[in-house]
């Protein structure tokens, strides 16, 4: 596969025309490769006379090195194995729909059973039948320091970090900001700033909700679900359609995603490389 350094417009427009033809399961790097080719991570590609056919995308995240991947052949595949392996990574997270995943972790000579995830898009006028009403309100997160500290608090509790290693590793400041700039949504209550959301992906039709979290002394009394609300409208006042992802063991997700008119689409896997 060829690594990628510097994206021409040429070149872009190609990446762009195969990642759209699955634009929902691609949102987050269709949005890397639209709005910031700067931070962009490593970039692979296979290209044939007709186009792109294969694509490895490996970005850090502050915990992991997460790994999408698309393919249109065996062979593509065993390019993207190859390369995989060839890197070496320590802490590969991949990502992508269920089977595909189970492909290449066979490939890759894996025996492991995955727990899968739930892909999910809103049906709108479902949403729009249920007449939302909300506790608090929502803003975007400002880039000063007390809203610094308090990202760095969500995020950490968001991604289960425990050690001062893994809590550094996850908050890292030049990261957060990033993630700030880019739009972190915090849900106050009065006068308390009780949890957030961000986008991770928006494409021309779609924008993927990610990081959801209401803080623990706030839960079960209709927050989350009400954040969830918040961010449905933000995207649909850019005229978007919502998608999310959980994991198929966190029941009372599913139950509040599917009770606010969110529809299944597809299994969906998140796997670390051990």
């Given at each position: 596969m060829k690594k990628i350094g510097i994206i021409t417009d040429d070149l872009k427009k190609k990446i762009l025309e195969f990642l759209y033809h699955d634009e929902m399961y691609n949102a987050i790097l269709i949005e890397l490769i639209q709005n910031n080719t700067d931070n962009l991570g490593e970039l692979y590609v296979n290209e044939a006379k007709e186009g792109i056919t294969d694509i490895l995308h490996i970005k850090n995240d502050g915990n992991s090195d997460f790994t999408s991947f698309l393919y249109t052949s065996e062979n593509g595949l065993k390019d993207i194995a190859c390369k995989i392996k060839e890197l070496n990574y320590k802490k590969i997270l991949l990502a992508g729909k269920l089977e595909d995943v189970n492909c290449l972790l066979k490939m890759l000579g894996y025996k492991k059973s995955i727990t899968p995830n739930l892909f999910y898009?809103?049906?709108?006028?479902?949403?729009?039948?249920?007449?939302?009403?909300?506790?608090?309100?929502?803003?975007?997160?400002?880039?000063?320091?007390?809203?610094?500290?308090?990202?760095?608090?969500?995020?950490?509790?968001f991604l289960?970090?425990?050690?001062?290693?893994?809590?550094?590793?996850v908050t890292n400041t030049e990261k957060m900001m990033a993630k700030m700039k880019a739009g972190v949504y915090i849900l106050d209550y009065k006068?308390?700033?009780?949890?957030?959301?961000?986008?991770?992906?928006?494409?021309?039709?779609f924008a993927e909700i990610t990081s959801v979290y209401i803080d623990r002394a706030y839960r079960n009394k209709g927050f989350g679900k009400e954040l969830i609300g918040h961010m449905i409208e933000a995207a649909i006042q850019e005229q978007k359609t919502p998608i999310l992802v959980t994991s198929v063991s966190n029941i009372a997700a599913m139950k509040t995603y599917e009770s606010m008119g969110?529809?299944?689409?597809?299994?969906?896997?998140?796997e670390f490389l051990d």
């Open positions: 898009k809103l049906d709108i006028e479902k949403y729009k039948n249920m007449h939302m009403q909300y506790q608090g309100k929502i803003r975007i997160a400002s880039l000063k320091s007390k809203d610094l500290e308090r990202v760095k608090y969500f995020t950490s509790r289960e970090a425990e050690t001062e290693e893994e809590i550094k590793a006068n308390n700033d009780i949890g957030m959301a961000r986008f991770i992906g928006k494409t021309d039709n969110f529809e299944r689409q597809g299994e969906y896997a998140y």
